[in-house]
């Protein structure tokens, strides 16, 4: 198939698939005599692995150590599970960091409710944020 059919077909633009292919992402098409690329059906399991890997939060960096595995007859499945364990502990942190950031948040909301706008030094950009709590 035509590199159209298959952007159609996979929801994956025509730019973005030559650029998977270019970092290895897709194998090469065979070429048309007219020059255009020859796609086989397998290109859109490809298309839909990477889609699906870029979902649950792999780097297309990732995403390319994973092909390159199979591409060398290993079975890649240990180094997705490291992976996917490492994503989970990162989103972890970041949950981590975002209920204490929601928490610093409610604090300076609660302040800045106390406050008074006329005691405002005009020296300083807000009195809010940078204001020692109370």
């Known amino acids: 198939m035509r590199i159209g059919e298959l952007a159609s ?4 633009s025509t730019k973005t698939i030559r650029y998977y292919e270019s970092i290895g992402l897709i194998p090469a098409p065979e070429r ?13 399991e490809a298309l839909a692995f990477v889609r699906a890997a870029q979902a649950v939060g792999l780097s297309l960096g990732e995403i390319r150590g994973i092909v390159a595995l199979r591409d060398e007859g290993q079975v890649p499945c240990g180094y997705v599970v490291e992976l996917l364990r490492s994503r989970s502990a990162e989103l972890d942190r970041r949950i981590a960091e975002l209920r204490a950031l929601r928490g610093e948040l409610g604090r300076l909301v609660a302040q800045a409710d106390r406050l008074d706008p006329a005691e405002c030094d005009p020296r300083a950009v807000c009195h809010v944020i940078g204001r020692p709590t109370r």
């Open 32 to 44: 048309l005599p007219s020059g255009y690329r020859d796609y086989e059906e397998s290109a859109l």
């Open 9 to 12: 077909r996979s929801g994956v």
